[in-house]
């Protein structure tokens, strides 16, 4: 299996200030189509999972622009440019390019 | 809107069956997979399978290959993930979330919880 390493595990940051965390996968990414399938997701407390970023760098529907990914191949990262309130939780890459995907162990993020 | 509702909170015994249920609603159930996912007590995220709808094509990751069976009812748009019989380290939460490489809907969750 694709062995997805997130870092840090934990994030205190202060309110309006920047974060970033970085994911490192055990293999490329690449797909055979070209595409690279490397995800984001936020779990706030006592709730689904829901996806910021698909294919390194496309935000969804509705995830405010201070949310950006980057990164290839096998090395990527997930920027908050100014922590909110709101963005307290666990945030997850996950691989979907090869089976089984794989989540990264996951980082929590706090208010310091 | 594009929704997946899944069934409610379950409390079973070691050794029980049990059949949870994922609804999708708002769009063609049949054009997208659906995945399943444990969350166990106060961990992280782990991928146990998917299903495409469609042709009930299916997929499990080899640590939940035997251990479950992923099935869905494309009539009813419903998809389903059951065990033959429960054991204590199955107590989690379970999410179903549509898509495959990447998932964009999630479900509210089911809470398992197995204890004699």
């Known amino acids: 299996d694709v062995v997805m390493t997130q870092s840090p595990l934990s994030l205190p940051v202060t309110l309006g200030q920047p974060a970033s965390i970085s994911c490192r996968s055990s293999q490329s990414l690449v797909y055979s189509d070209g595409n690279t399938y490397l995800n984001w997701f936020q779990q706030r407390p006592g709730q689904s999972p829901r996806r910021l970023i698909y294919k390194i760098s496309n935000r969804d529907s509705g995830v405010p622009d201070r949310f950006s990914g980057s990164g290839s191949s096998t090395d990527f990262t997930l920027k908050i440019s100014r922590v909110e309130a709101e963005d307290v939780g666990v945030y997850y890459c996950?691989?979907?390019?090869?089976?089984?995907?794989?989540f990264g162990q996951g980082t929590k993020l706090e208010i310091k | 809107e594009v929704q997946l509702v899944q069934s409610g909170a379950e409390v079973k015994k070691p050794g029980e069956s049990l059949k949870i249920s994922c609804k999708g609603s708002?769009?063609?159930?049949?054009?997208?997979?659906i995945g399943w996912v444990r969350q166990m007590p106060g961990k992280g995220l782990e991928w146990m399978g998917i299903i495409y709808p469609g042709d009930s094509d299916t997929r499990y990751s080899p640590s939940f290959q035997g251990q479950v069976t992923i099935s869905a009812d494309k009539s009813i748009s419903t998809a389903y993930l059951q065990w033959s019989s429960l054991k204590a380290s199955d107590t989690a939460m379970y999410y179903c979330?549509?898509?495959?490489?990447?998932?964009?809907?999630w479900g509210q969750g089911t809470t398992v919880t197995v204890s004699s």
């Open positions: 996950m691989q979907g390019t090869h089976w089984p995907y794989t």
């Open positions: 708002g769009y063609s159930f049949t054009s997208y997979w």
């Open positions: 979330a549509r898509g495959i490489n990447g998932m964009d809907v």
